[in-house]
């Protein structure tokens, strides 16, 4: 497992002239990022996985395939993306069904799917922490 954290410290206006600029709710500057926090490899039935933290959320991703797809889906020149996106609790939302399309056609936008034809990727995030906003996670 490898873990890689950027802390938004740096970035935004100079010392010298933080002095000036008021500090959000939480303390950090108006063009300060939040901590970002990534785990690579988590889980172990999967192809890949990660975990994302950023400022009290944080959610999990884990991809399975390019693997064969079903055949009632599957397209004979490409692969297909399918993509879950859990709650932390209760059942899946209309937000939620919003942000599996949003996913998921950036990630057919990234992914050369020609290079896979007859297959299936699937991505599945669970939210693990929402302290804040998902949608920043």
């Known amino acids: ?13 100079s010392s010298q002239q933080n002095a000036a ?5 939480r303390g950090r ?8 926090v ?14 994302w933290s950023q400022d009290g959320s944080s ?4 991809v399975h395939g390019p693997r064969l797809a079903n055949p009632r889906r599957e397209d004979a020149e490409k692969a297909i993306v399918e993509v ?7 059942i899946q939302g ?3 069904r919003e942000m599996e ?3 998921r056609r950036t990630l057919e936008g990234i992914i050369i799917l020609g290079m896979h034809p007859r297959t299936s990727i699937m991505v599945v995030l669970q939210v693990s922490i929402n302290r804040c906003c998902t949608t920043s996670a």
Do not use: C, W, Y
């Open 94 to 96: 209309h937000r939620e």
């Open 29 to 36: 500057l108006p063009l300060q990022m939040r901590t970002l």
């Open 84 to 90: 879950v996106f859990k709650p932390r609790a209760g």
């Open 21 to 25: 600029v008021p500090s959000r709710q």
């Open 59 to 62: 959610v999990v991703a884990a």
């Open 1 to 13: 497992m490898s873990k890689m954290e950027i802390d938004g410290a740096g970035i935004g206006p």
């Open 101 to 103: 399309h949003i996913i």
């Open 38 to 51: 990534s785990e690579l490899s988590l889980l172990n039935r999967s192809d890949g996985s990660a975990k």
